[in-house]
């Protein structure tokens, strides 16, 4: 079974993607942080693939990924953005950080899961 994991500071938001990636087949874990995250990435078996969200408390989304992306480790998990950012210019600022999708909120449940289908290794 394919690991996603969630990094998500909405509670409702986190709860519905989880929900949506688990009936579509994956094993989901989340984190409410980008700190709480790069700690959960440290510590656990690294997923394959990552769902991000931009504006978090303290680091934001785009710093998390620029550190996912140093990492030896993790360079290679493709990292989706899921947003509320709608901007052309906040597209192409993820994407240049190495995100491998960026979706704007609100979506589609289905927008969600083909485009996780469409990057998952």
Sequence with gaps: ??????VEDGQ??????KALLNHAGFKVDVASDA??????LQKNTLPDLIVLDIVMPGKSGLELCRMIQEDEKMKDIPVIFC?????????FWALRQGAKAYIVKPY???ELIDTVYAHIR
């Excluded at 079974?1 to 969630?6: E, G, Q, S, T």
């Excluded at 409702?12 to 993607?17: G, K, P, R, W």
């Excluded at 947003?83 to 597209?91: I, W």
Aim: charged share 35%.
């Design 1 to 6: 079974m394919k690991n996603v994991f969630v």
């Design 12 to 17: 409702t938001e986190q709860t519905m993607i």
């Design 35 to 40: 700190d709480e995250a790069w700690d959960w």
């Design 83 to 91: 947003s509320s950012k709608s901007e052309e210019f906040d597209r």
């Design 108 to 110: 589609a449940p289905k």
